[in-house]
């Protein structure tokens, strides 16, 4: 039986984005940068993953996981993701040691999800989460989602939020250490938001950072992390390129598009191979060019991205903080892409200098 879509449809409205990004930013970001002493180096990648798995986990897996279980939780996802190579997608079960330390911690996550599951269903109190949701939600016949289908939505979508933020924030701050334009626009647009808002964040000043908002989609779109999507043909049509020539596609076929490839059409985005923000302000809209879907790094059409307005807020919350307090400056080269990964991300090690300061 087809899944419901409908079960993911409510978790991201404004209200439901607003909700969840509000909290992140003093409870979370500020503590976790706190830990930062006045000036050092450190490794760009790794804290933004081990943060996008915090804000990630307050928002989707719940105050039990939140308040109790992080450390536990946080570490069987790194053996989850390690177990999910390029191999894993022809041979899934092949026996190799990174398949079993997946294998394993798929059924300890089980079990933790399971007995929270059992707890709150037992209980008259409901969490304004999406561990929430999905108990609660139902299926087209009137089923409801068992304990195994609730765990297997919350590890995807986890695993959507954690790897596609923390990738994309990282080739964020590579960028903007790199180009000081590009940085010196953003600390701008920071400056003249505290002098409106002070220092107060909440969604509608996240919404009004529209100089961040396109560095972040410039990144993307020079990285999408998922350089492949897929869609299956529910009815025979043909395709006429810009070359005039026609591609029958046959009811059934699965057709497919690449974002890396796509995100650099030079018809549709001039220098394509630059990085230049700019490219999607008012009077370019480069994105806009050859129609809806000339801008496909969150996909497209029925199924695009039910999360795409919840990541940019929070790698908006986490860049708004680290530009206002923090200089920044990027001492190792500037990263490779890293192609062997399943999800495409960053290779190496991005070591940062940094320096605290308030910005003026």
Known sequence: MRPNVNILKPLFPREAAASCILPIRPAKIRDFFSKWGERGEVDLKDELERLIILTASRC?????VRDQLFDDVSALFHDLDNGMLPISVLFPYLPLPAHRRRD????KLSEIFSKIIGSRKRSDKAENDMLQCFI??????????TESEVTGLLIAALFAGQHTSSITSTWTGAYLMKYKEHFSAALDEQRKLMEKHGDKIDHDILSEMDVLYRCIKEALRLHPPLIMLMRASHCDFNVTTRDGKTYDIPKGHIVATSPAFANRLPHIFK??????PDRFSVG???????GAFSYISFGGGRHGCLGEPFAYLQIKAIWSHLLRNFELELVS????????????????????RYKRRQLS
């Open 271 to 276: 220098n394509p191979d630059s990085y230049d």
């Open 284 to 290: 370019r809209e480069e994105d806009k060019a050859a």
């Open 104 to 107: 394993r911690a798929r059924q």
């Open 333 to 352: 080269p500037f990263p490779e892409i890293d192609w062997n990964a399943m999800v495409v991300g960053v290779k190496g090690n991005v070591m940062v």
């Open 136 to 145: 609660e939600s139902k299926y087209k016949d009137g089923r409801q989602t």
């Open 60 to 64: 989707l897996l719940g105050r039990e």
